[in-house]
């Protein structure tokens, strides 16, 4: 390949589609991964557009970190084109996936790139690979901690160790539930009553609801929300400031240890089980690898898995990586450090990956990963397909030798 030619890179989130060039240092495209559709015209709106169409159909794509939307998830990619002014059959795409995704859905993943969008060259890379890969990583035990899955995954000299795979659904749309269960139970608020106050005199769909007041219980856990540097269980007294809140109707409200309350689930989701409606059960697309038990639970039930020796542990266990929008969470390093340090005393453990709410290997750590693995390009990458060799697959290759072959290279 010719390394002058830039590839597009799409990282899909369930929440946010992170998305640019691989010359770009960062994603140049953030947005909503969620579409809206006109219900009398059919019209798709995709991207940040979604927050002035408020009588449509708010839709998802995602689900467990999958892409399960396969009639739809094509407007998310060609709104990535259209917004970066790109043409798809003129460059290499570059997508992510998660370590769980399964053959049929990179057989579709690979259908549609090749055959709706005619890329000439395509490639599928896991995502925690691209995390420690973009970090100048070989080996790192990766924290992703997304909206909707949490996982951990061990890498060994730069190949994952399939058998610590581990993944739940406690993450940051979890976080959100009991914001929400803390404003409208404790509270009493009106559901409604979240709604940002530009919608409160328009027609607005259900769905266009629900997604808005996501957008301030979002607010709300980053802006409030902090995680004790102790398990809340184990401390007698624990002391907080006053935070304050300005709702959307313009009422403050004043939050105090309810601050470490609501983001302790993270870490004890059966200790803070939700009431329905909000329960979140495990769910059978999770797979094997899904845990039912907190953040720690995840990590030590990955290393358990791996019935390794004591060096790899070791290695992974100084080379910890926390990346995914959740991990901005505050206090969430200090707390995820203090419970390793109590449950593996013996180790030396140490993070990397900037703290603070603009750190990039965070928020975007995934689509850098995958934005330099993208641009090596040199010949070698492209061709063997023989051999098994090689990051990308051409369309040409695609078109010879079958969807099923060219899944088994992104195996
Ligand atoms: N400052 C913050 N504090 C706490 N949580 C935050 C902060 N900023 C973003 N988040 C949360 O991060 C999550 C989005 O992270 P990210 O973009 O990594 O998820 P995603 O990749 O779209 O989802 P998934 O990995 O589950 O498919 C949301 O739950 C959001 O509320
Ligand atoms: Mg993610």
């Given at each position: 390949m010719d390394s002058t030619i830039a590839s597009v890179v799409i990282d899909n989130g369930a929440a946010t589609t992170k998305a640019g060039v691989?010359?770009?240092?960062?994603?140049s495209l953030v947005f909503p991964t969620s579409y809206s559709q006109n219900a009398n015209t059919q019209e798709v709106v995709v991207g940040d557009?979604?927050?002035?169409?408020?009588?449509n159909d708010v839709y998802t794509l995602m689900k467990h970190g999958m892409i399960y939307n396969w009639d739809n998830i094509i407007y998310n990619w060609e709104h990535v084109y259209a917004s970066l002014q790109?043409?798809?059959?003129e460059s290499p795409l570059v997508m992510t996936e998660n370590v769980w995704n399964t053959a049929a859905n990179k057989a579709k993943t690979c259908e549609l790139a090749f055959e709706?969008?005619?890329?000439?060259i395509f490639s599928l890379v896991k995502s925690p690979l691209c995390v420690t890969y973009g970090m100048g990583k070989a080996t790192g035990l990766v924290i992703d901690i997304g909206s909707s899955v949490a996982s951990v995954t061990p890498i060994l000299d730069g190949a994952i160790?399939?058998?610590?795979l581990k993944h739940s659904r406690f993450a940051g749309d979890f976080l959100d539930l009991h914001v929400m269960n803390y404003l409208t139970?404790?509270?009493?608020?009106?559901?409604?009553?979240?709604?940002?106050?530009?919608?409160?005199?328009v027609a607005v769909s259900q769905s266009f609801k629900t997604y808005q007041i996501g957008s301030v219980l979002d607010d709300f856990k980053s802006s409030i929300t902090a995680l004790s540097n102790f398990p809340l269980s184990l401390l007698q007294q624990y002391q907080t400031g006053l935070k304050h809140y300005q709702l959307p109707d313009g009422k403050v409200l004043p939050c105090g240890p309810e601050q470490l309350h609501l983001a302790e689930p993270l870490f004890q989701p059966i200790s803070y089980a939700l009431p329905p409606p909000y329960t979140i059960a495990p769910s059978a697309?999770?797979?094997?690898?899904?845990?039912?038990?907190?953040l720690m639970e995840l990590v030590l039930a990955s290393l358990k898995s791996l019935e390794a020796n004591g060096d790899v542990y070791g290695q992974l266990l100084s080379n910890i990586i926390i990346t995914g929008?959740?991990?901005?969470?505050?206090g969430l390093e200090t707390r995820l450090l203090n419970d390793l340090n109590r449950f593996l005393p013996n180790f030396n453990i140490s993070y990397y990956s900037s703290s603070g709410i603009n750190s990039v290997e965070r928020k975007f750590g995934s689509w850098v990963g995958a934005s330099c693995l993208s641009s090596i390009g040199d010949d070698g990458l492209v061709s063997g397909f023989d051999s098994g060799e090689g990051l990308f697959v051409s369309k040409q290759d695609y078109e010879e030798f079958g969807v099923d072959s060219v899944v088994q290279r992104f195996s």
């Open positions: 691989s010359s770009d240092e960062i994603p557009e979604i927050h002035a169409h408020p009588a790109l043409v798809p059959q709706n969008l005619q890329v000439p160790l399939a058998k610590g139970t404790t509270h009493g608020l009106k559901l409604d009553s979240l709604l940002p106050a530009r919608f409160a005199n697309a999770g797979g094997p690898q899904q845990q039912t038990g907190g929008g959740g991990s901005l969470l505050q």
